[in-house]
Structures are given as C-alpha cells and as structure tokens.
C-alpha cells in the first residue's frame, strides 16, 4: 500500500506573497509602530548679520524628547533652558550646535549615529531644537525660539533642515546655506564620515557629526 504524501502549505511566508503586496510595504506595516528619526541639518540665516550688525554667538540645541520633555521645555522657556542650572537641558542630554561669527557653517547630524540611538531608548515622539537668542518682548506667548516637530512627520530617516533667523527658529524646505558663503553643497550625505562628535569633519561648507 502506497504512502500518500500530504501536501502543506507554506502559510509562514504567504503574507510577504499576496498578489499587488511587494514585500517593502509589508515591512512598512510591520514597522508602524516603529520609532522614528531624522536626519538634521541646521544653519543660520543671513538676515543675522543685518540684525546683529555681526554674526552673533549663539547656542543651538536638538534632541529628540518625549511628548513630557516637550512640555516642560515650553514650560521653562529658553531664558531657564539655557541657564547653567538647567536639569530639564541635562536629563534630555542635547546635541549642541555653536555659532558664531567664526562659525557660521551649516551643521549637519546624521540619524544613525550614537546620538540618536541614545535618543531612542526613550522612543521619542519629538524633534526639539531649541537657540539661545535674545528675548523678543513682541514675540507670541508661544516662544519662537522654540521649535518642536513631531517625528511621525518624517519617517525612514529623511532630512529636516532648520534655519535659525534673528527671532525665531524656523523649518525650511531646502539645505540651509552658509551665510557667509553662500554655500550650499549639491546633495544631502547618507553616511558620516568615520569620526567622532569631537573631530566633526569641515566639507564642502557642512559640519558632519554623529
């Protein structure tokens, strides 16, 4: 008497095989609740010289902060944020940016370097990129200086580029130019060079860091 084999069915692997699914959007289903992160690159507007008569030095933060770390920077203000004290600047542990009349280059942060993994133990809900400009007595009660994005907006690692202008930190839609040259490189990089946060590599008008 002859064994009839039965036949199975690979049904492990059917979801990744249904007809008009490719296999990148059942990624992106599975990935739905993923935590998301982005490229950033900020720079300072060319309106700072004509405001300030120099470029003046200023300090600008980005991390990525839950939805209570948003609130309590908005809270604090950036007069309390920026003081020597500040534990709501130490416990988001930030990635500052300097500028100055020296330095005046856009900066760019790569989104899988060390700080953003240490970020994502938190699973972060925003981008905060907070500059320590002078207070604006005829700013809006919601403080300009400021500037929360929410990361749901910007998924698979893009770029968001940010302009910090006399009053205000701003999201633009292009690569921010560097002031002082006008420079503003042909394409946005995909990986940093091998370098430490310390040793940021100077190229082509950019400040990579990671």
């Not at 003046?56 to 920077?73: C, G, K």
């Not at 416990?91 to 856009?106: D, R």
């Not at 899988?112 to 320590?132: C, D, F, R, V, Y």
């Amino acid at each position: 008497m002859k064994h009839i084999k039965k036949k199975t069915t690979p049904q492990r692997k059917a979801f990744l095989r249904l007809p008009g699914i490719p296999a990148f959007l059942a990624l992106v289903f599975l990935c739905a609740g993923c935590v998301t992160r982005a490229n950033v690159m900020v720079g300072i507007s060319e309106t700072m010289k004509e405001y300030y008569a120099i470029f003046p030095s200023i300090e600008v933060d980005i991390a990525a902060v839950t939805d209570a770390e948003a609130n309590d920077i908005k809270s604090e203000g950036v007069g309390n944020y920026f003081s020597p004290n500040s534990s709501i600047r130490t416990n988001i542990a930030p990635f500052t940016v300097f500028f100055s009349e020296e330095h005046t280059a856009p900066v760019f942060l790569w989104s899988h370097g060390e700080t953003w993994k240490q970020w994502q133990k938190k699973k972060p809900t925003n981008l905060a990129i907070m500059a320590s400009l002078p207070h604006d007595p005829d700013a809006p009660p919601a403080d300009p200086r400021i500037l929360m994005i929410p990361l749901e907006k910007h998924p698979f690692a893009s770029t968001v580029y940010i302009e910090v202008d006399p009053k205000k930190v701003i999201q633009v839609s292009g690569r921010p130019q560097d002031p002082r040259t006008h420079d503003a490189p042909e394409g946005t990089p995909t990986a940093p060079p091998a370098k430490s946060i310390e040793q940021d590599l100077i190229s082509e008008g950019i400040i990579y860091a990671f």
